[in-house]
C-alpha cells in the first residue's frame, strides 16, 4: 500500500488538483478494501459506495463534511441500539439513503 502522505500535502493536492487528489483518494480506498479479509470486502465496498454517495451530494466541502458526521452519527446511534438490543435488529428495515427522512431533512436545511 503507498504511503499516506501529510495532512497539509493532502489539502495543497485536493486544491491545486482536484482530480488528481481525488485519483489518489479512490486508489488507497481500493487498496485498504483488498487488504481485508475476503468475506469482508463486499460490505466495505458498499460502505464505500454509500459514503461516495454521500460525498457527492455535498455542494462544498462544509457541507459534505456535515453529511457524513451525520450519518456517522446515524450508524453509531444503530451500533449501540444492536449492541443493547441484538434480537430488535433481526427484522430491521433497511431505509435507502435517497429517501431517508434525516437525510431529506438534512438536504433541506442545507439549502438554506
Same mark, same amino acid.
Given at each position: 500500500?503507498?504511503?499516506? +502522505?501529510?495532512?497539509?500535502?493532502?489539502?495543497?493536492?485536493?486544491?491545486?488538483?482536484?482530480?488528481?487528489?481525488?485519483?489518489? *483518494?479512490?486508489? %488507497?480506498?481500493?487498496?485498504?478494501?483488498?487488504?481485508?479479509?475476503?468475506?469482508?470486502?463486499?460490505? @466495505?465496498?458498499?460502505?464505500? $459506495?454509500?459514503?461516495? @454517495?454521500?460525498?457527492? *451530494?455535498?455542494?462544498? +466541502? @462544509?457541507?459534505?463534511?456535515? @453529511?457524513? *458526521?451525520?450519518? %456517522? =452519527?446515524?450508524?453509531?446511534?444503530?451500533?449501540?441500539?444492536?449492541?443493547? =438490543?441484538?434480537?430488535?435488529?433481526?427484522?430491521?428495515?433497511?431505509? +435507502?439513503?435517497?429517501?431517508? +427522512?434525516?437525510?431529506?431533512?438534512?438536504?433541506?436545511?442545507? $439549502? %438554506?
Amino acid at each position: 500500500m503507498e504511503t499516506l +502522505p501529510d495532512f497539509d500535502v493532502m489539502a495543497k493536492l485536493a486544491q491545486d488538483d482536484p482530480e488528481k487528489f481525488e485519483q489518489l *483518494r479512490q486508489q %488507497l480506498i481500493e487498496e485498504t478494501i483488498n487488504q481485508a479479509n475476503s468475506g469482508m470486502q463486499p460490505r @466495505l465496498k458498499a460502505q464505500q $459506495s454509500h459514503i461516495d @454517495l454521500i460525498i457527492s *451530494r455535498g455542494k462544498n +466541502p @462544509l457541507h459534505t463534511t456535515m @453529511l457524513l *458526521r451525520d450519518e %456517522l =452519527q446515524r450508524q453509531l446511534a444503530r451500533f449501540a441500539q444492536t449492541l443493547q =438490543q441484538p434480537s430488535a435488529q433481526e427484522n430491521a428495515v433497511i431505509t +435507502p439513503i435517497s429517501s431517508h +427522512p434525516k437525510q431529506l431533512d438534512n438536504a433541506d436545511k442545507s $439549502s %438554506l
